[in-house]
C-alpha cells in the first residue's frame, strides 16, 4: 500500500482563495516532498521540508510537517487559474532510491 | 540543461508489437527510474538504475524490460503487452546525494 495518503482527494476553489492539502504518512523519513503534476504530464519538484523542520515557505507555497503525526500540509495562498493541477506528497525511503507518492489532490482553480 | 526527455509522446501498439520507450537527461545524474502512472492515480515504481546497474525492480512482468545503455539514456522494451498496460510512463533521475527527482513529461502508451 502507499505510505502517502492525501486529502482531500479533490478541491475546487476560486481565484484568489487559498488552497490547504494534507498528507500522511506511516514510517520514518528523513524528508517530506511535494510534487505538482498539470494534466498528463510529468511531476514537477515543488519543495522539501527536512524531518527536524516544522515549516517551509517558497512564494506562494508553504508546507508544514508534524513528524509525531506524521502528517504534513501544503498551503497554496493567492490561488490562480495556472494552479490548477494534481498535488502529491512524496516521502523517499531511508537510505534507497525508492519514493512513495500519496494518492494525489486533484486542485480546480476557477477565474 | 536541466531537463528530461522522454520519446515518443504517445505511442498507439498492439499486443503482438515490440515497441521501446526513451529517456534521456544531461545532468550527470546517476540514478533513473521508470514509473508507471494510471489516470487519476499516483506514479508507481517499476524499476531503478543507479550508476547503469539494475537497482530495484518492483515485480515488474517481464514483458517490460528495462536497459540503460549508458548514464545519461534509459529504455524501456516493450513486448507482448496487455491492454491493462495502457498508462502514462515516465522516467526520472535524481543525482548523488540530492533528494528531488526530475520527470520527464512521459510517453502515453495506449495498447490495442
Known amino acids: 500500500s502507499q505510505q502517502g495518503e492525501e486529502d482531500p482527494q479533490a478541491l475546487s476553489i476560486q481565484e484568489g482563495e487559498n488552497a490547504t492539502m494534507n498528507c500522511s504518512y506511516k514510517t520514518s523519513i528523513n524528508n517530506l516532498q511535494w510534487y505538482r503534476q498539470n494534466s498528463g504530464r510529468g511531476l514537477v519538484h515543488l519543495i522539501l521540508i527536512r524531518s527536524n523542520e516544522r515549516e517551509k515557505h517558497s512564494g506562494r507555497l508553504r508546507v508544514t510537517l508534524d513528524t509525531s503525526k506524521k502528517s504534513s500540509s501544503l498551503l497554496i495562498t493567492a490561488s490562480r487559474a495556472a494552479d490548477t493541477a494534481s498535488y502529491f506528497c512524496?516521502?523517499?525511503?531511508?537510505?534507497?532510491?525508492?519514493?512513495?507518492f500519496g494518492a494525489g489532490t486533484r486542485l480546480f482553480v476557477k477565474a | 540543461d536541466t531537463e528530461v526527455t522522454q520519446t515518443p509522446k504517445h505511442l498507439v501498439m498492439g499486443m503482438t508489437n515490440k515497441k521501446s520507450l526513451k529517456c534521456e537527461q544531461h545532468m550527470g545524474h546517476r540514478a533513473m527510474y521508470w514509473y508507471k502512472q494510471k489516470a487519476k492515480k499516483p506514479p508507481e515504481l517499476m524499476f531503478v538504475?543507479?550508476?547503469?546497474?539494475?537497482?530495484i525492480n518492483e515485480s515488474v512482468p517481464s514483458r517490460f524490460s528495462p536497459e540503460c545503455p549508458n548514464s545519461s539514456l534509459l529504455n524501456l522494451h516493450l513486448h507482448a503487452l496487455q491492454p491493462e498496460d495502457s498508462a502514462l510512463y515516465l522516467c526520472?533521475?535524481?543525482?548523488?546525494?540530492?533528494?528531488?527527482?526530475?520527470f520527464g513529461p512521459g510517453t502515453r502508451l495506449t495498447v490495442l
Open positions: 538504475y543507479s550508476y547503469e546497474k539494475l537497482s
Open positions: 512524496a516521502t523517499p525511503f531511508i537510505g534507497g532510491f525508492k519514493t512513495i
Open positions: 526520472a533521475s535524481h543525482g548523488t546525494g540530492a533528494n528531488e527527482q526530475f
